[in-house]
Structures are given as structure tokens and as C-alpha cells.
């Protein structure tokens, strides 16, 4: 499985960006599909998680209440609406597909496909 991020670009604080993660050579429907972001010499950290079914999506508390993420599973696709950004959601973002256990899946390394990462810059 291939996943493709895009959606990244220059928001002003306020406002909204959507990001996409569309995946090819392989379905992600029966993955957890998540998004992590990367700050300049920071290790990644946790943003999203969306499962494959039977549970709400989890948040990191940072954007929780700001960011939504969804799936398509028709289209193969997952997104992150993020709305209300902030200068510190400046970041490179990626999107990956794994099958983390629950309490996992705010763990990059139990992902087994992952994105390029698509940057956000949100001015003040």
C-alpha cells in the first residue's frame, strides 16, 4: 500500500485546511488510518487515529475539538479538516495506515505504511 498526503499550505491563524491520504496498491478499509505531525527536530507525534470500525476517533488533546478526522473507504481515502489553526499546528504532516491495538495507536512504529508528509504553515 501506497499512501499520497496533499492538502498542505499556508492558512493564517483562524482558518481552515483540509489534508487527504489517498491510498493505492491495496485497500486500507480494514486499517486504522492516522495522522502524525513533525515539528523541525522534533520526533513525530500523534495527531488522529480513525479505526476501521466500532470506535470513535481518538484525538491528541492539542487538536481535539479543532481537527476532524474521516474516512472514505469507497474512495480509499482518509482525510484531517482542520479548522481554528494555530501558529503551533505548523508542522509537516503524515498520514499512515496500520492495524495498532487501542491503547497503541498513538504509536508511530505499529504503523505499517506511511505517507509524505504534506506542510501546514499557519501565520499569526
Known amino acids: 500500500v501506497q499512501l499520497q498526503a496533499s492538502g498542505g499550505g499556508l492558512a493564517q491563524a483562524g482558518g481552515s485546511l483540509r489534508l487527504s491520504c489517498v491510498a493505492s496498491?491495496?485497500?486500507?478499509?480494514?486499517?486504522?488510518m492516522s495522522w502524525f505531525r513533525q515539528y523541525p527536530g522534533k520526533e513525530r507525534e500523534f495527531v488522529a487515529a480513525?479505526?476501521?470500525?466500532?470506535?470513535?476517533?481518538y484525538y491528541a488533546d492539542s487538536v481535539k475539538g479543532r481537527f476532524t478526522i474521516s474516512r472514505d473507504n469507497a474512495k480509499n481515502t482518509g482525510y484531517l479538516q482542520m479548522n481554528s489553526l494555530k501558529p503551533e499546528d505548523t508542522a509537516l504532516y503524515y498520514c499512515?495506515?496500520?492495524?495498532?491495538?487501542?491503547?497503541?495507536?498513538?504509536?508511530?512504529?505499529?504503523?505499517?505504511?506511511w505517507g509524505q508528509g504534506t506542510l501546514v504553515t499557519v501565520s499569526s
Open positions: 499512515a495506515a496500520g492495524n495498532p491495538i487501542l491503547i497503541r495507536q498513538r504509536i508511530g512504529t505499529d504503523y505499517n505504511y
Open positions: 480513525i479505526r476501521s470500525s466500532g470506535f470513535p476517533p
Open positions: 496498491g491495496g485497500t486500507v478499509s480494514r486499517y486504522t
